[in-house]
């Protein structure tokens, strides 16, 4: 299944042989969370006249379920049937005559309307192919598992050759499979799966785009604790894999802390240790959105509404509804999910006045 319905409820039930030899290997996949059990997967669904199917991920609450900060962190989307089975395809689209008609190409016309912005503005600095990529292919380890990295990296060539058809002087940026710098921290995800290593082609193309300065090559930063050490060296792993694309630009795209001076700290230290461009997760204007991210809420939703959810008492009902008739009538203005809270604003101010000993 590609998408939710009830006919394809959300799911990460793996066959019993692939879950042992994933827990062997030390990976347990959560569980998809369930709170309204009548017609759990109606509500907004394809097909199911129960709602604009472009709202499900906001409008239905055991989507929210698995979609809230929490449920983002602990990974349950990432390792659903339905993504697991859209990456492996999508990925590989490019080379199938119908998939690439009916998905590569309609990516292709979005990406050169993107080219067109980058000409156009001068603040726009790069297009981004995908953030935080996702491993595809289970339950099947070795025949797609084992590829996902190479034919995501093949994706990225395809993408390239066909941006060359354009003439298009746009500055790419690129990242690894969600993000992470392989080996440094893709190892420890990811080795248990034997990973296939980039093709040559793939990696030629992307010399080329950086040799011309138009390639950019991302990654996240999500570790258990921030320590000066481990970022000096998850960025010489990240140094490493620039020089084997040529040598573009390093960005660390992502990074979050708790304090905003901390999101100062690492922000200067950072840029003093080498990386062309530093963003973190994320700036919000508070005062616009009274949110600590990029959504509002209509009167009567108390803060933090659904953002951490993991048990069924944890619901507001009321709030719920009183949320849901918006989204209903669509008039909602963005929800807290997949990561959205934890915004910050006045960080540069603080940027001058970080303490920093890099040594």
Same mark, same amino acid.
């Given at each position: 299944? @590609? ?87 999508? @990925? ?202 990029? @959504? ?64």
């Amino acid at each position: 299944s @590609y998408i939710t319905t009830p006919e394809h409820p959300l799911s990460t039930k793996l066959p019993e042989t692939v879950a042992k030899v994933l827990a062997q290997l030390g990976i347990s996949l959560p569980d998809v969370i369930v709170f309204n059990t009548t017609d759990p997967w109606l509500a907004y669904s394809v097909g199911s006249q129960a709602g604009d199917p472009r709202s499900m991920n906001v409008g239905n609450i055991n989507m929210r379920a698995n979609n809230n900060d929490d449920a983002w962190s602990a990974g349950i989307l990432g390792y659903t049937q339905q993504v697991q089975n859209v990456a492996w395809r999508f @990925y590989r689209a490019h080379k199938y005559p119908e998939d690439k008609a009916a998905f590569f190409d309609y990516y292709m016309s979005f990406l050169r309307y993107l080219c067109t912005v980058w000409e156009r503005f001068s603040n726009v600095i790069a297009i981004e192919l995908l953030n935080e990529p996702p491993i595809g292919g289970l339950p099947y380890l070795e025949s797609r598992v084992a590829k996902t990295r190479s034919d995501l990296f093949d994706f990225y060539a395809a993408v390239l050759e066909e941006l060359e058809e354009t003439g298009t002087k746009a500055v790419i940026t690129i990242e690894d499979l969600r993000g992470k710098v392989y080996p440094a921290v893709g190892a420890k995800l990811f080795g248990a799966f034997e990973l296939e290593e980039i093709k040559a082609p793939a990696l030629l193309k992307l010399r080329e785009w950086s040799g011309r300065g138009q390639l950019i090559y991302e990654f996240h930063w999500y570790p258990d604790s921030k320590t000066l050490d481990g970022f000096k060296e998850l960025l010489a792993e990240a140094q490493n894999f620039s020089a084997a694309l040529g040598g573009p630009p390093i960005w660390l795209g992502e990074y979050w802390t708790e304090e905003v001076n901390d999101t100062a700290y690492w922000l200067a230290a950072s840029s003093e240790l080498g990386t062309q461009a530093t963003t973190y997760w994320q700036f919000v204007d508070s005062d616009y959105t009274d949110q600590a991210g990029w @959504y509002i809420y209509p009167d009567g939703i108390p803060d933090e509404f659904c953002s951490d959810l993991s048990n069924v008492s944890e619901v507001d009902w009321d709030a719920w509804w009183t949320f849901e008739r918006t989204v209903a009538a669509g008039t909602y203005w963005g929800a807290c999910i997949t990561g959205a809270r934890g915004g910050k604003q006045h960080v540069l101010e603080l940027v001058s006045n970080a303490s920093l000993n890099l040594t």
